[in-house]
Nanobody, 128 residues
Framework: QVQLVESGGGLAQPGGSLTLSCAAS????????MSWARRAPGEGLEWLSG????????YYADSVKGRFTIARDNVKNTVYLRMNNLKPEDTALYYC?????????????????????WGPGTQVTVSS
């Protein structure tokens, strides 16, 4: 079954950290670039970060640059998002997504239409 399943969400305090995981199955994971996106309450979908199929390049939205780190393990078929210095405005449902390419440029990744497979999401709540 072709699917993505996110995990690792939860409650964090402001300034805290969380690491999200996204397990892929049913397709050749190493052939696709991957991204993370989120949807905050009452807001639209926001792309956050992307990584090449081989992990050699990463891209970040300005809102998370310097705080979030994307990585992937093509042996474990998993993509990760390490989130540091969390803020209340990071509260959202976080999704991983498969891109329709292997590499590309920054503007490719920020286009939500690039993605053809999404996980169900994992909730992150940042609150004291």
């Amino acid at each position: 079954q072709v699917q993505l399943v996110e995990s690792g969400g939860g409650l964090a305090q402001p300034g805290g950290s969380l690491t999200l995981s996204c397990a892929a199955s049913g397709f050749t994971f190493s052939s696709f670039a991957m991204s993370w996106a989120r949807r905050a309450p009452g807001e639209g979908l926001e792309w956050l970060s992307g990584v090449y199929n081989d992990g050699s390049e990463t891209y970040y939205a300005d809102s998370v640059k310097g705080r979030f780190t994307i990585a992937r393990d093509n042996v474990k078929n998993t993509v990760y998002l390490r989130m540091n210095n969390l803020k209340p405005e990071d509260t959202a449902l976080y999704y991983c997504a498969r891109a329709r390419l292997r590499k590309g440029v920054y503007s490719d990744y920020a286009a939500i239409g690039l993605y053809d497979l999404w996980g169900p999401g994992t909730q992150v709540t940042v609150s004291s």
